[in-house]
T-cell receptor
Framework: GAVVSQHPSRVICKSGTSVKIECRSL??????MFWYRQFPKKSLMLMAT?????????EQGVEKDKFLINHASLTLSTLTVTSAHPEDSSFYIC???????????FGSGTRLTVV | SQELEQSPQSLIVQEGKNLTINCTSS?????LYWYKQKYGEGLIFLMM?????EEKSHEKITAKLDEKKQQSSLHITASQPSHAGIYLC???????FGKGTHLIIQP
């Protein structure tokens, strides 16, 4: 079945630094990938839709300059949290789909802690 | 935008008992997904429903989409500790999720 690999699974960084999270579709091509953020005991919040070869589409309230998304190939999307602050600490998950009829596969998530 | 409301928010069930989780949409559903998550981990795809009145089963989990395609239910029969987790319904292109139902199974 479809597999999405997300890396790293955990990362701790200092305030002011940038962190890159990778999301790879291992056995299928994904023209569209999605990035979510999850707060403790809360549901997933869609941050942005990553489109291969074009600019990402951000949800209202998500800062484009803080959360940089690059989808350079059909199997890789990256989320870079720039100038990280402690309030950016959260659980980030990506997903990729092969079309609405086939469902979406999620990565295992990245727990970001900014100290 | 589409909003999904899940109920109950949390559920404690004795092992072996049946349970139902509901997901109600503010708009017609053209694809409803059920996922299970253990907090802090990725999501596990359970089922996808598309047609009004559709019902799918996998092991002891059955999901239904009503005829009007605005409500879905997830039913677990003879619950087991392995069923514990957070159940999320999602819909739409970018998958808007409900707030989730936190299921605890008591031995």
């Amino acid at each position: 079945g479809a597999v999405v690999s997300q890396h790293p699974s955990r990362v701790i960084c200092k305030s002011g630094t940038s962190v890159k999270i990778e999301c790879r579709s291992l056995d299928f091509q994904a023209t569209t990938m999605f990035w979510y953020r999850q707060f403790p005991k809360k549901s997933l919040m869609l941050m942005a839709t990553s489109n291969e070869g074009s600019k990402a589409t951000y949800e209202q309230g998500v800062e484009k300059d803080k959360f940089l998304i690059n989808h350079a190939s059909l199997t890789l999307s990256t989320l870079t949290v720039t100038s990280a602050h402690p309030e950016d600490s959260s659980f980030y998950i990506c997903s990729a789909g092969q079309g609405a009829d086939y469902g979406y596969t999620f990565g295992s998530g990245t727990r970001l802690t900014v100290v | 935008s589409q909003e999904l409301e899940q109920s109950p928010q949390s559920l404690i069930v004795q092992e072996g008992k049946n349970l139902t989780i509901n997901c109600t949409s503010s708009k017609t559903l053209y694809g409803l997904y059920w996922y299970k998550q253990k907090y802090g981990e990725g999501l596990i795809f359970l089922m996808m429903l598309q047609k009004g009145g559709e019902e799918k089963s996998h092991e002891k989990i059955t999901a239904k989409l009503d005829e009007k395609k605005q409500q879905s239910s997830l039913h677990i029969t003879a619950s087991q500790p392995s069923h514990a987790g957070i159940y999320l319904c999602g819909a739409g292109d970018g998958l808007t999720f409900g707030k989730g139902t936190h299921l605890i199974i008591q031995p």
